[in-house]
Every structure is written in C-alpha cells, then in structure tokens.
C-alpha cells in the first residue's frame, strides 16, 4: 500500500482545492453523518427529486466512516476549517478510510491465500496484481467514497472466517462470519451472494450437507445467527430515528429484465464492460479451469457462484450502474478472482514457458489499469455511455489534449415493464439543412405542452451533422431544457455534440443518442432540445430529430 501515496497525488491529490470524494452516491452513504453531527435537518432527498425525505443508501458505509469523521471533525475544529462536513479535513479523513479499509483487505486476502495452501510466491505476486491491476485502485484512491472497497474489505473478511470455521469450528470464527455478513448487508444488501461461497470450502456435496446438519443443532449457530440479526437490525433502526418509517426502497424505480439479462454488454461492452477496464480478471477467472481435475466441487461451485453472480448484475436494468469505470458492482468480489489468480498462477509454476508468458500479460494488464486509473480520474474515460470508437480514441492517452474531450451521450433507458412508446416526437426536416456559421443558436424541438407528469424522461436524438473545416463543431453542445409555463427554468442538461473530435474532414457525420433528464415534469410544462454553437463555427445540419419517452414512477 506504500506506492498508494503517489499514486493518490497523481490521480486525486494534485489539485486538493478540487477533491471530493463525497459527490454522486457517496453523499447518501455519508447522508447519515452529516445529519447526525452536521446539521440536524438534512433530509436525505432522493435523485428523482422526491419530497420525501428518505436516505437511498444504507448506513453501513456511515458505521464504518465514523471513527475516521470524529477525528476530522475534531481536527477541523482545531485548525478552523468549515464545520460543514465537506472541507478538507473530512475530505482526508474519507480517503484515509478507503485506505486503511484497502489494506486491511489485503491482510485478509494474505491469509485467506495461505489458508487455502499457496505458496508465498504466488501471493507475493496476486496481492499487488489485485490492487494495482483492476479497478480496486480506481475505487480506493479516487471515488473513496463509494462503498466498493469497503465491501471488497468486509467481503475478503467473511471468506476468511467461514473458511476458518468450517476447517477449525471454532466458535470465533462462525461469530466473526456473522459479524461481517451483517455488515455485508448493511452496506449493500445485494452481496448476500456471497453466502454461496461457503461451498469453496468443501470437497463434495456430502460434506456440505453433513456440515451443515451439524451446524443447525448447535448452540453456537444462533449465537451466530443473533449477531447477524442485531447487525442487521441496526438499519431499520436508523431509518426510524431519521425518517420515522421501519424500510425505504432505493430500488423502486428500477428492476430486473430476468429474460434479457445484458451478459455480453456487461462483460465485454465498451460501456463499462467488466473484462474491459478489468481484463486482469478475465485472467484470473481462467484459473478456475485448473481446479476441475483436482478439487472438482470447487470448480462446479465456483461456476455456480460466479454464473449467478453475472446473471444477476446483467439482468439488473441499470446493469452499468450509470457511472464508474468498469462495473463497479464487481470490485466487491475482487477476492474471489483472487482466489482463482492464485489458483492459476500455482498451476503454472510446474510450467515455467506458461507461467511467465502469463506473468508478463498479467503484467501488462496491470500498467494498463494504471492507465485506465489516470484516463478516470482525469476526465480522458467517460464515467458513463463509453463506445468503441470513443475507447479507441483515448486508448493509453494521458496527454492532457485528451481530457474532457469526449461527448455524445449514450444513457441507458429506465427500466419499464412493459414496452414503452414515444410520448412527443419532433422533426426539424422543414428547416433542414441549417448552416450554424456565425449563429450561436438556431434550430430548436420545442414542446409548449408536454401534457404528462413524471420524475424522468428519456429523449432518444438523432441528427447528422456536417463540418466546414475540421473541428469546426468540437464545442457545440446539445442541450435540454425544461421550463414551467411561466417560462422558469425547472431542469437542464447539455453534452457534446461529437463523440471524439474528428479526425477528417468533412464528411457527414450521423449520430443517435440516448439522454435520460431528471426533474418534475408537469402538465403544461415546456421541453425544449436545441443545439448551441458558442464559438459561432460553420458547421451544417442535416438531419435532427427527437422522440420522448415518459417514465411516471
């Protein structure tokens, strides 16, 4: 963890005035403390702007913060700094937790390693490559605030304890993987995967069945079981004292396309394809093949466990999660790929041709996720909506002509469970083409009166666009705006017209995008769509279109 210190100044720290590590999601994990110690009437408003004041996220994240906030909030007091929960000290104190929680990850995953009978060698060479080598570093380092490292941390713990236990039973052990599957949950309560598992830890299904008969005449099972029960316990508790309701759905808009899972797009698209911005894991997946011969129940329950687990995060309609590099939903079980690294690795080491052919990918692998971690945190990789040609743009680019120079926008449509048609479409043929030279502003797709209520839309956009010179429409911004019907301003969102800057000139280009705008949407509302040329650069439209689609939950 040592080289975790330059490497937080190089992709975080550069620039402290502009750290914060408590944007996006991290603010309704951190929700919980800032009301507790901050200010008192924070309601914890959800993202489709609900009157409501319900926190999203649970509280396990905040369980674990708080040792770390108590110190900054002391530390800020002494030192002067704003008492908001967001100034500096706060801010070392998140990105201290991410670190200290990674590392302790680690120790785990050592000792889970020499527990299952690796050799000091190869874990040696898998601790680094899991931490340097895939988005782990990403998520500790630069979005610290998110709950993936916490998890990947609580995760790696449970893996070692139930193992210990079924090896040893000693009583501390079942306590212990009580104690970090309740936390599990309270951090994110889709990893209750992770109770699969607890086959690993056999040699066929005899023994897990006769384990298990064992286990459920024992005291020390429900001993087990009220330490989970109390951990657990302690989220509906919260959500009483803060919102005054027993449970709060963070998922009720969204659900699960169970026949059309997006497998393929989640592993292997562009759009923050597992294998892509992790390729290192795609290595070590392989080394779940080298256990068929030997420990075959660990092969078929390791299949198991890691089909499951793809099949229930592509099935999810937000299977990207909207943003992050890679699927970040993943980092969680980072240490179970581990597990199958070292597996392979082990293998090859009888093989030495094999074993450094391997070695050096897996190392090439790793200064490739250094890469994808600098394009990250420098805005080179879009958080959301990457493509292949935008990937092969930036690809190993770090210069900073690359940053922010990505736009378009390719949001994934909300989740609906029936088919969805177009509520209002519009097609600006009649004033096509349109020359933008010299003009900021010009065509426009108006809607006096979008005649629906709802939290979200999703505007599918279709134009072609044509360049007088190259570059000549690199700033031009493709804009939304939703007005009430005395012309105030109720929403926005804008990106840029191009996916990449061109690289010719000047064919027509053609483009179709996906955009999803958040806000209340009443009847009688005005929705406009237009593009905005602020440099005033001759380009021409040839093409411009959008339909709208509504989304009442």
């Known amino acids: 963890m040592l080289c975790s210190l330059p490497l937080a100044w190089l992709y975080t720290w550069h620039d402290a005035h502009t750290v914060n590590l408590l944007d996006g999601d991290a603010r309704y994990y951190y929700y919980y403390l800032q009301s507790t110690f901050i200010d008192p009437s924070l309601a914890g408003n959800d993202w489709l702007n609900s009157a409501t004041p319900l926190s999203h996220h649970p509280a396990g994240l905040a369980i674990l913060w708080l040792p770390f906030f108590l110190v900054a909030h002391v530390a800020a007091l002494l030192f002067h700094y704003p008492l908001t929960g967001l100034s500096l000290p706060y801010q070392v104190a998140i990105a201290s937790a991410a670190l200290c929680y990674g590392m302790l990850a680690l120790v785990y995953l050592r000792r889970l390693l020499q527990q299952s009978s690796v050799r000091d060698s190869v874990i040696a060479l898998i601790l680094p490559l899991t931490y ?35 090896s040893s039973r000693t009583p501390r052990h079942l306590y212990l993987s009580a104690f970090f599957f309740g936390l599990i949950l309270l951090v994110r309560l ?13 040699s066929d299904f005899q023994q897990f069945r006769q384990f298990f008969q064992n286990l459920w005449r024992s005291r020390t099972f429900y001993k087990a079981i009220a330490v989970l ?87 999810y309609s937000a299977y990207t999660y909207y943003d992050g590099i890679g699927i970040r939903v993943l980092v969680d079980y980072y240490a179970v790929f581990a597990l199958f690294g070292a597996k392979l690795f082990q293998a090859l080491e009888a093989h030495k041709a094999a074993f450094v052919a391997t070695g050096t990918l897996s190392a090439a692998l790793l200064v490739l996720n250094l890469v994808y971690a600098y394009q990250g945190s420098h805005s080179i990789l879009l958080r959301s909506g990457m493509t292949f040609n935008q990937w092969k743009y930036v690809f190993l680019h770090t210069g900073k002509a690359y940053e922010n120079s990505l736009g378009g926008c390719k949001d994934l449509m909300p989740y609906a469970k029936e088919p969805v048609s177009a509520s209002l479409s519009a097609d600006a043929s009649a004033s096509l083409p349109f020359d933008y030279a010299r003009k900021d502003f010009g065509l426009m797709l108006a809607f006096d009166s979008i005649r629906f ?46 996916e990449t800057p061109a690289t010719t000139c000047c064919q027509q280009q053609e483009y179709h995008y996906t955009t999803n705008m958040e806000g209340s949407f009443e009847t009688g509302d005005r929705l406009a769509v237009y593009l905005w040329n602020p440099n005033k650069q001759p380009f021409q439209i040839d093409t411009f279109s959008v339909n709208i689609y509504h989304y009442p939950y």
């Open 229 to 315: 029960a109390a951990i657990v316990a302690i989220q509906p508790l919260v959500w009483l004292w803060k919102e005054q309701v027993l449970f709060a759905n963070r998922y009720a808009p969204y659900g699960f396309y169970w026949t059309k899972p997006a497998f393929v797009e989640m592993l292997f698209g562009f759009n923050a394809g597992f294998f892509i911005y992790s390729p290192l894991c795609l290595v070590f997946l392989a080394g779940l093949a080298v256990t068929f011969r030997k420990t075959r129940f660990f092969f078929y329950s390791g299949l198991f466990f890691v089909a499951a687990l793809f099949y229930f995060f592509s099935a």
């Open 190 to 202: 889709n990893n209750v995967f992770v109770i699969f598992t607890l086959l690993f830890w056999f």
């Open 132 to 166: 340097l080598g895939t988005t782990l570093l990403h998520y500790t380092l630069h979005e610290s605030g998110m709950s993936h490292v916490y998890s990947f941390f609580l995760i790696t713990a449970f893996l070692f304890h139930s193992k210990s236990y079924v």
């Open 453 to 498: 209520t709802a939290k979200r839309v999703c505007m599918k956009i279709n134009l072609t666009r044509r360049e007088a010179f190259m570059n000549a429409s690199r700033n031009a911004l493709v804009c939304a705006e939703l007005q009430n019907s005395s012309g105030k301003r109720k929403a926005y969102s804008q990106f840029r017209l191009n």
